[in-house]
């Protein structure tokens, strides 16, 4: 029997009209059949949320061959969910997320709508793994990205993953990039993160803004800092958050 | 000078009118000074989702000694960020969100709001716990859980928890509940997620929907198993998620 190319799922939290997600799809199509099934407009920061309150729909917008792109009404969680059980025939060989226009790496994994799509990937037992670029504006280049992500979608397909982890890969704005930093998460915070924006007779309201404050800058395994060093980062990330180290001191407040 | 009263910051993603974050409140008043920021409807399912693209308005909607009450447009986690940026004069002793309406045990930790708030409180430095029953009805009774949120809290006060580490505590519905469980995220995943709502002329439409697989139910240090035996559970949760342990594995394609 003639084996089956590989099947690619991609998927972002900018929309499918976005930049960096056609940027994906014309970097990957070489390495397999592409199916995307993308949010209709901008989800960002809406992390690893699912639409409960409505139903979701979605549309086939453009077919070739090699490449079937699909949009939906709901989040990047709900489009891997829903083309897993909805449009594909078989279980995709790596679930792929962005370019995000927008840095993903610290704690903004929490955060990031991009690795709400891998999360999603991997809890389904598939390989994933999200890029993003620390530039948010619509246009960015994406040119110096290419030959990196072509390289590292082709070793997650040939060579998999661990169990229950996925990729966070994040790109600086720098041409030519230094190379690649397999990082850990960098320890940091967002601090004075509102802007007001008052409206007649009412200041209490508030636009999400401020500035992060990476901790650790000092350590050069700390993704942020190896962004701000110029070279891309792949931070692995566990979907097993329980901290099990954390297990027996709990337990002794009961004994 | 006077030690202050623990300061109690209390929100939730089931919204301010919610029954369990009622009960959450008046369970929680002889343990300090509570101020609650909770979002102004239902936002379940939005896991650390923030908002990016409206500004969030809050209002102060009642207040008496010891608890002040205020409701914003935003998310959970959207929350956490307000209050402390905009309400707050000093740093909250814990976070506490709750009382879910519904299970967040094993992977449902990445999807739950409830945990939005946990998560925003740990990334912030301070202690946080969220609560939730496995009993979605808008009247579920939590009275079996009184006295375990109240001794869970008060030791989160007095001994505070490891850094970066938060807790995810489930309630089985069961009268009386057997015992405390400190456990383990349960290994698993949502099947057939999807319910057909078709619209006339287009079929396309889904609810959000399926069941959860328990796949490693035999282990009863997994949360999910120790609800179904009637357990009360707590799950400690990493807000570090990298997983140090692929780092190398992954270093070496590049190689």
Partial sequence: MEKKRPLLLLSNDDGVMAKGLNVLIDILRPLGDIVVMAPDG?????????????????????????????????????????????????????????INHGDNSSINVHYSGTMGVVIEGCLSGIPAVGFSLCDHHHDASFEPLRSYIFDIVKNV????????????????VADPIKGIKVC????????????????????????????????????????????????ATIT?????VTAYEA????????I
Same sequence: chains 1, 2.
């Fill in 247 to 254: 297990i027996e001191q709990i337990e002794a407040w009961f």
């Fill in 236 to 240: 692995p990330v566990k979907v097993d």
């Fill in 42 to 98: 901008g989800r960002s920061g809406c992390a690893c949320g699912v639409t409960v309150s409505q139903p979701i729909h979605y549309q086939l917008i453009s077919e070739e061959p090699g490449v079937a792109i699909y949009k939906c009404t709901g989040m990047p969680v709900d489009c891997v969910k829903l083309a897993m059980h909805a449009v594909l025939d078989r279980t995709p060989d790596v679930v792929v997320s962005g």
């Fill in 157 to 172: 397909i040939e060579k998999g993953l661990p169990a229950e982890v996925c990729l966070n890969v994040n790109f600086p």
């Fill in 184 to 231: 850990q998460q960098a320890k940091g915070y967002w601090n004075q993160e509102f802007d007001p924006c008052p409206r007649k007779f009412d200041d209490k309201y508030f636009w999400l803004a401020g500035s992060f404050i990476n901790t650790d800058a000092s350590n050069d395994k700390n993704d942020r800092t190896a962004l701000d060093n110029g070279y």
